[in-house]
């Protein structure tokens, strides 16, 4: 096998495929691939994907490489960093066999993840399955501990100008499956107009779907200039000690935002501002809300999640794999009572006609004298 193509490259895939290019070669340092960041590359369509990492550690059952398997984007697995050190963007590469030359010179080799193996070491996955569970649950509870008394009952929610009391709201993070999960509740949202709350990416989510984000919540690391300047009110996630990395991106773009200090993810403050501010329903869509979802976010516990959902549960429908539960489509009996239904007014309006009532007569009588009655 020999592939040569151009270099993207990054350390975050979410960043790379902001500009990967159809026909590249995506090099990504990605411990790991999940579902998103697979999906993502898919939509780039690069040649190649070489990871300086093990793309299954074996850690728990991620699925992204089997994402890219099945869309026949070959995976080079394990370069390792002083082979990805090595390689820069723009780097014309060519790969043969498993090694790897740019201008002729050696790079370093890897391994072809094929679907074979991509099964063998998924396989793998559940012996260690059960002690990552184990520590997960350990964390999670460790965690809660701590963070009980300011999820609950102590945190300070801002205030805000967007009108969340007696409404409903839509909590929109860019997850596995969210497309599809929009696509499937988007008869709701256009006979509701619930109040958009897009989390981070999900703000581009919902801009991808047509809609205006009436918020943006988040780190602001994963949400376009765009989306940031097209949406109606921005609101920083900053640690519980004030600190707010995000804030900076917002003044260079000129605008202003609040600033919302607490634990836990973006995703959790925005559905509990929700909840604070009197919406009457929080729908989530694309949230992360399992374990494995949490493995793949690089989080060893979800604590702040499991107090969240405590509290908002009562007004809280997650609309997560809702694409899965219910797939609208036409069946041949919608059809069948559709043209029964289309028929008889015809035959009504046919049965009146003189013209056809006369035909109907003759018919009658050639019957009688067929039969001799």
Known sequence: ???????????????????????????????????????SLVLCKPKLVINASES????????????????????????????????????ILEVVENEIFRNGEYVGRGTWLTEELIIEKLESTKKNFQNELDKFIENTLEYAKKEKDIILGNLKIPSINTLLK???????????????????????????????????????ALIEFGYTPDIIIGDMDSVSDHSLMT???????????????????????GLEAIVFPAPGTSEDIAMLLAFEKGSDLIVAVGTHSNMI?????????????????????????????????????????????????????????????????????????????????
């Open 293 to 373: 979802d949490f493995l793949e976010k690089g989080r060893k516990g979800m604590a702040s999640t499991f107090l969240v959902r405590l509290k908002v549960g009562s007004k809280l429908i997650d609309a997560k794999g809702v694409n899965k539960l219910y797939k609208e489509s036409v069946k041949l009996k919608h059809l069948l009572i559709l043209t029964i239904g289309a028929l008889v007014p015809i035959f009504i309006v046919a049965a009146l006609s003189p013209p056809v009532q006369q035909l109907f007569r003759l018919f009658m009588i050639r019957l009688r004298f067929i039969f001799g009655l």
């Open 56 to 91: 299954i550690s074996g850690r728990y059952p991620n699925l992204g490489p089997g994402v890219l398997a099945k869309a026949n984007i070959p995976i080079l697995d394990c370069i390792g960093n002083e082979a990805f050190s090595i390689i820069q963007e723009n780097d």
């Open 166 to 204: 007696g409404m409903h709201s839509l909590v929109v993070v860019r997850g596995q499956d969210y497309r599809a999960d929009l696509q499937a509740i988007k008869s709701y949202i256009d006979e509701f107009n619930p109040v958009l709350i897009g989390v981070d990416g999900g703000g581009d």
């Open 231 to 253: 949406c109606k009110e921005i609101i920083v996630h900053a640690y519980p000690d004030g600190r707010a990395p995000g804030l900076e991106r917002i003044k260079n773009l």
């Open 1 to 39: 096998m020999i592939i040569n193509s151009i270099v993207a490259k990054d350390n975050k895939t979410k960043e790379l495929v902001k500009r990967l290019k159809t026909g590249e070669i995506a090099v990504i340092n990605h411990m790991d691939i999940d579902e998103v960041a697979a999906h």
